[in-house]
């Protein structure tokens, strides 16, 4: 490698971030371009790269830059030209990557004469994503559109201009099942849409490909076993949100059901004109869909509703006896498919795991994993001899990543490079810290009640603006019924309707919403909407069969809690925390509740820890003063109307 190349690399780092960002009034962040040299060393040394980043340090353009430097630098060295795919969980963030951050820096570049051509990047979805012409065209001559609903039949006109169905609004499940691009595509068409989108995808044309942790996964075990890849070979893999990677990788080698998923065989029915097949189906399988319709209760073990698949396997197999040779290839697929899951969950195999988890919907998806991650991570992605920048505000505990690479299977691996940048946010003068002297103990006959009021007394000096985080439904839904009437504040609870629970408590300043499951790290809250975040209990995970089985590894419960149980809270605890400051001018009070964390308790030491430094204190006076200190007038001029 020469020596000169590779400092010119690091000098265009400082010119992008000190010269052109500023230029455009972006502040100069040096644990940004620390981080972005930290990452492009990675990419040129051929290493594994874990960068955890605080908030407010500007990851994704960190990894970009060094992306496109890097790719100059092959260039250069005469190297051959491939894209960089970048991974990450949300949707959100894959688009903000293609239609916000690269063109704004592809500008900037292309002003700067860096570039001679825009950089492009596109987003990569698996096959069920994409129409298939041919089959659109069937489906199209099947259906009379005047006695169709009127929205999803416009939305089925629109997809001959539109590959990606997910732009499609009001498509309905059924047609998008019907038109998607098959298991096995061989139309042969030369101007298939899809194959022209996957020939351009190969050509050259995108330096930066786009997707999510299941699709990379999905080109990882296909690259492994010997199968055809999903995805083009690339110089460097990111992974950014890389805390998610484990959860999405226990989908990927393992099977879930959710109620969706027995909805959808009921309604393929229904298209197909089975109606007692369907009716049928739908009453066999009511008590299953009910249970997976509300979130995973504390202690129910995974029997509870292993018990309640019994009658859907009984009924699948008589429908797939009876109808296999009348059915679509589509809905046999889904039968086929449905009744080896059903039959998986209602059996022991050796090696998998089964447990139940909450699903994005509020509901319950029921899981099916091998119990050795790690092994897999090691058989897929390590072993592409490529750099990888795995990155996140939440990997590390401090500046200890040992639970990570220990569910990733990184423990060992000599290529691992590890860096923590901390947020540039001033903690010590915008956030106060408020742990109660008298919490109310859970073990308490009248925990809620006391709990409720607590909360109340927080909501009244902070005059609302605030989150409260449950770890559970039940408790979130106890303490609801016991804050009515002690609140002046709109009170809101978030259910499945995420979307809207959020537009309505954004547009209600003063207002205060119950949260729990995604709402840990999947919402972003700016500004003083949450001015007050309230935790009542530390996020220990609830014991299941998964837990059962990694506990088997330990000598004991204390040594199992202290490896395990801790990190994961302490990870847990410090997303929530990410919901209160998401600007540098935001400010907050921070209020855990939980009695295991008041003075001499034995989780203490291991929440400071995991927080950034901030003033403590336990008297509500001084929450009232804080709040007064930071806030605009205007601040409380939005909620005097609720407190008349």
């Given at each position: 490698m020469n020596i000169n190349d590779r400092q010119n690399a690091h000098n265009d780092i400082d010119h992008i971030f000190k010269n052109l960002f500023p230029a455009q009034a972006m502040p100069e962040r040096p644990e940004q371009i620390a981080l972005s040299h930290r990452m492009l060393d990675a990419m040129l040394e051929g290493g594994i790269a874990l960068c955890d980043a605080g908030t407010g340090i500007g990851k994704t353009y960190a990894y970009l830059v060094a992306g496109t430097v890097f790719s100059r630098f092959r260039a250069a060295s005469g190297l051959e030209a491939l894209p960089i795919l970048i991974s990450t969980s949300s949707i959100a963030l894959q688009t903000a990557v293609r239609d916000e951050y690269l063109p704004f820096l592809s500008g900037l570049l292309l002003e700067d004469e860096q570039i001679s051509q825009p950089i492009q990047a596109v987003i990569r979805k698996g096959k069920g994503h994409y129409v298939c012409d041919e089959r659109l065209e069937r489906r199209l001559g099947q259906l009379d559109l005047s006695k169709k609903n009127w929205r999803a039949g416009a939305a089925l006109l629109t997809l001959r201009n539109e590959l990606d169905m997910d732009e499609a609004a009001h498509l309905s499940s059924y047609d998008r099942e019907r038109v998607c691009v098959p298991h096995t595509c061989d139309c042969q068409r030369?101007?298939?849409?899809?194959?022209?989108?996957?020939?351009?995808?190969?050509?050259?044309?995108?330096?930066?490909?786009?997707?999510?942790?299941?699709?990379?996964?999905?080109?990882?075990?296909?690259?492994?076993?010997?199968?055809?890849?999903?995805?083009?070979?690339?110089?460097?893999?990111?992974?950014?949100?890389?805390?998610?990677?484990?959860?999405?990788?226990?989908?990927?080698?393992g099977t879930t059901l959710g109620a969706e998923d027995i909805r959808t065989l009921s309604r393929s029915l229904r298209a197909e004109r089975f109606l007692l097949a369907a009716e049928l189906w739908h009453d066999a399988a009511a008590p299953l869909v009910r249970k997976l319709s509300r979130p995973a209760e504390e202690g129910h073990s995974f029997d509870t509703y292993a018990r309640l698949l019994a009658a859907p396997e009984r009924k699948l197999k008589v429908i797939h006896r009876q109808l296999k040779d009348l059915l679509t290839r589509g809905t046999r697929r889904q039968v086929e498919s449905l009744t080896k899951t059903v039959s998986l969950f209602r059996r022991d195999h050796d090696g998998m795991v089964l447990y139940a988890m909450d699903d994005r919907q509020g509901g319950t998806m029921l899981c099916a994993t091998i119990s050795d991650l790690t092994a897999q991570f090691r058989q897929t992605l390590w072993r592409q001899l490529r750099p990888v920048i795995l990155t996140s505000g939440t990997m590390a505990v401090g500046e200890d990543f040992r639970r990570f690479k220990e569910e990733t299977g990184l423990l060992a691996d000599s290529r691992v490079m590890e860096s923590v940048s901390l947020s540039p946010f001033d903690y010590e003068k915008n956030c106060l810290l408020y742990l109660p002297r008298h919490p109310p103990h859970q073990k308490a006959a009248d925990y809620y009640h006391q709990l409720a009021g607590e909360i109340a007394a927080l909501l009244k000096a902070a005059q609302g603006h605030a989150l409260v985080l449950f770890t559970s439904y039940a408790a979130m839904s106890a303490v609801k019924e016991r804050l009515k009437g002690k609140t002046p504040y709109p009170l809101f609870t978030m259910g499945r309707n995420a979307v809207h629970t959020m537009e309505q408590f954004k547009s209600q300043p003063g207002s205060v919403l119950l949260a729990t499951g995604a709402a840990w790290e999947g919402f972003d809250f700016p500004g003083d909407c949450v001015s007050l975040l309230i935790i009542p209990r530390l996020p220990f995970a609830v014991p299941d069969a998964l837990k059962e089985k990694e506990r088997e590894k330990y000598p004991g419960l204390k040594s199992f809690i202290r490896a395990v149980a801790v990190p994961e809270m302490q990870i847990k605890l410090k997303q929530g925390f990410g919901r209160a400051i998401r600007t540098e001018t935001d400010t907050c009070v921070i209020a855990i509740l939980d009695e295991r964390v008041a003075k001499g308790q034995r989780y203490r030491r291991d929440v400071l820890a995991a927080l950034p430094e901030m003033p403590v204190t336990g008297s509500l006076r001084e929450v009232e003063q804080f709040i007064r200190r930071v806030k605009a007038d205007d601040y409380f001029q939005e909620v005097s109307a609720w407190s008349m």
């Amino acid at each position: 490698m020469n020596i000169n190349d590779r400092q010119n690399a690091h000098n265009d780092i400082d010119h992008i971030f000190k010269n052109l960002f500023p230029a455009q009034a972006m502040p100069e962040r040096p644990e940004q371009i620390a981080l972005s040299h930290r990452m492009l060393d990675a990419m040129l040394e051929g290493g594994i790269a874990l960068c955890d980043a605080g908030t407010g340090i500007g990851k994704t353009y960190a990894y970009l830059v060094a992306g496109t430097v890097f790719s100059r630098f092959r260039a250069a060295s005469g190297l051959e030209a491939l894209p960089i795919l970048i991974s990450t969980s949300s949707i959100a963030l894959q688009t903000a990557v293609r239609d916000e951050y690269l063109p704004f820096l592809s500008g900037l570049l292309l002003e700067d004469e860096q570039i001679s051509q825009p950089i492009q990047a596109v987003i990569r979805k698996g096959k069920g994503h994409y129409v298939c012409d041919e089959r659109l065209e069937r489906r199209l001559g099947q259906l009379d559109l005047s006695k169709k609903n009127w929205r999803a039949g416009a939305a089925l006109l629109t997809l001959r201009n539109e590959l990606d169905m997910d732009e499609a609004a009001h498509l309905s499940s059924y047609d998008r099942e019907r038109v998607c691009v098959p298991h096995t595509c061989d139309c042969q068409r030369e101007n298939c849409r899809y194959l022209l989108f996957l020939e351009r995808c190969g050509n050259g044309l995108f330096l930066f490909q786009i997707c999510n942790h299941n699709l990379l996964l999905a080109d990882a075990i296909h690259r492994s076993s010997g199968r055809r890849p999903i995805l083009p070979d690339a110089s460097v893999l990111v992974i950014d949100e890389a805390h998610k990677l484990p959860d999405a990788a226990r989908q990927m080698f393992g099977t879930t059901l959710g109620a969706e998923d027995i909805r959808t065989l009921s309604r393929s029915l229904r298209a197909e004109r089975f109606l007692l097949a369907a009716e049928l189906w739908h009453d066999a399988a009511a008590p299953l869909v009910r249970k997976l319709s509300r979130p995973a209760e504390e202690g129910h073990s995974f029997d509870t509703y292993a018990r309640l698949l019994a009658a859907p396997e009984r009924k699948l197999k008589v429908i797939h006896r009876q109808l296999k040779d009348l059915l679509t290839r589509g809905t046999r697929r889904q039968v086929e498919s449905l009744t080896k899951t059903v039959s998986l969950f209602r059996r022991d195999h050796d090696g998998m795991v089964l447990y139940a988890m909450d699903d994005r919907q509020g509901g319950t998806m029921l899981c099916a994993t091998i119990s050795d991650l790690t092994a897999q991570f090691r058989q897929t992605l390590w072993r592409q001899l490529r750099p990888v920048i795995l990155t996140s505000g939440t990997m590390a505990v401090g500046e200890d990543f040992r639970r990570f690479k220990e569910e990733t299977g990184l423990l060992a691996d000599s290529r691992v490079m590890e860096s923590v940048s901390l947020s540039p946010f001033d903690y010590e003068k915008n956030c106060l810290l408020y742990l109660p002297r008298h919490p109310p103990h859970q073990k308490a006959a009248d925990y809620y009640h006391q709990l409720a009021g607590e909360i109340a007394a927080l909501l009244k000096a902070a005059q609302g603006h605030a989150l409260v985080l449950f770890t559970s439904y039940a408790a979130m839904s106890a303490v609801k019924e016991r804050l009515k009437g002690k609140t002046p504040y709109p009170l809101f609870t978030m259910g499945r309707n995420a979307v809207h629970t959020m537009e309505q408590f954004k547009s209600q300043p003063g207002s205060v919403l119950l949260a729990t499951g995604a709402a840990w790290e999947g919402f972003d809250f700016p500004g003083d909407c949450v001015s007050l975040l309230i935790i009542p209990r530390l996020p220990f995970a609830v014991p299941d069969a998964l837990k059962e089985k990694e506990r088997e590894k330990y000598p004991g419960l204390k040594s199992f809690i202290r490896a395990v149980a801790v990190p994961e809270m302490q990870i847990k605890l410090k997303q929530g925390f990410g919901r209160a400051i998401r600007t540098e001018t935001d400010t907050c009070v921070i209020a855990i509740l939980d009695e295991r964390v008041a003075k001499g308790q034995r989780y203490r030491r291991d929440v400071l820890a995991a927080l950034p430094e901030m003033p403590v204190t336990g008297s509500l006076r001084e929450v009232e003063q804080f709040i007064r200190r930071v806030k605009a007038d205007d601040y409380f001029q939005e909620v005097s109307a609720w407190s008349m």
